[in-house]
């Protein structure tokens, strides 16, 4: 009996140590199908590469919204909106493990899974728009009074492509947060990879102006914030400064923030030399709203 207890008493101990060790974002997570009465493309078909079998989860091809919700919201939300050069997701990163930080901030955080293009360039809009709907449905019970959507890379360009490309006010985000992102699709600055699995190898030079986002910017594009390093020689700062202008051009608030060193993908790593600096300035910037 003496045995039983001390074995219930200690297995109490380390589950309760284990929790604790656990990172606050990592408790209560609601993950949310987008689409489970089929997906609205009805011909869309995954055919995904050896590469993506290897580095994406066998269910990859189900686009899912992880919701990890503030305690303490403050009325704000971020959709994130990983990279991965429209062939994988960088949803750690540039994804789950910005959310404490967040969260710390009364600010409900989800990260949205999206579906590969595989041929079909409007897939990944569809997914960001299915979880703006989402939310907004649940907004009141989370406590959300605005939306923003934020992207890294090629998830940058998705969540620039939802803030430029929106198809109702619903789906409007309320701002936007970009993190060295991919923006168009002219092919003397964009980043090929996201390029070739968004639009394919050889689009029609419709497909390239309608994904190349600095040309849809107006006046009821919501205003941004971009984040790069001078030395990315993965996607040129290009994109980035382009924006900025085509949203200054617009009369539309905008804040740029290029910092010397870093190069691209760093997300939420603190091998970034500026992520202090990077994530106060957010924190500030995301105060108007």
């Known amino acids: 009996m003496k045995n039983k207890i001390l074995l219930t008493v200690v297995l109490f101990a380390v589950s309760f140590l284990f929790a604790m060790a656990q990172p606050q974002w990592g408790r209560g997570v609601n993950k949310i199908m987008l689409w489970q009465d089929g997906f609205p493309e009805k011909e869309y078909v995954a055919k995904p590469s050896d590469f993506q ?3 994406l989860p066998s269910d990859f091809m189900e686009a ?3 919701v990890y919700k503030a305690q303490n919201p403050n009325g704000l939300c971020i959709l994130e909106c990983p990279g991965g050069g429209y062939t994988m997701l960088s949803d750690s990163h ?12 009364g600010i409900t955080y989800c990260v949205l899974e999206y579906r590969m293009p595989f041929g079909f360039s409007h897939v ?3 997914d960001a728009e299915r979880a703006m709907q989402i939310i907004r449905e649940n907004a009141e019970e989370w406590g959300i009074q605005k939306i923003g959507v934020m992207g890294c890379s090629a998830g940058g360009h998705l969540a620039s492509t939802l803030a430029t490309h929106y198809s109702s006010a619903e789906m409007r985000p309320d701002f936007q947060i970009l993190l060295y992102p991919v923006i168009t699709m002219d092919r003397t600055y964009t980043h090929m990879g996201s390029f070739e699995n968004l ?7 419709e497909l390239i102006d309608e994904f190349s986002n600095e040309k849809h910017v107006n006046a009821s594009t919501p205003p941004a914030i971009l984040i790069l390093s001078a030395d990315d020689n993965v996607v ?3 994109n980035s400064i382009e924006y900025y202008y085509a949203l200054r051009q617009a009369g539309v608030s905008a804040s740029l923030h290029i910092y010397p060193l870093g190069g691209h993908g760093y997300g939420n790593g603190d091998f970034f030399p500026y992520k202090r600096e990077w994530t106060e300035v957010v924190e500030k910037w995301l105060r108007q709203f």
């Open 94 to 105: 540039e994804g789950r493990q910005m959310a404490g930080w967040f969260n710390s901030l």
């Open 124 to 126: 990944p809009l569809h």
């Open 64 to 66: 899912k919204l992880e």
């Open 53 to 55: 079998k290897k580095m």
């Open 236 to 238: 040129n700062p290009k």
């Open 199 to 205: 639009l394919g190898t050889n689009p029609p030079q």
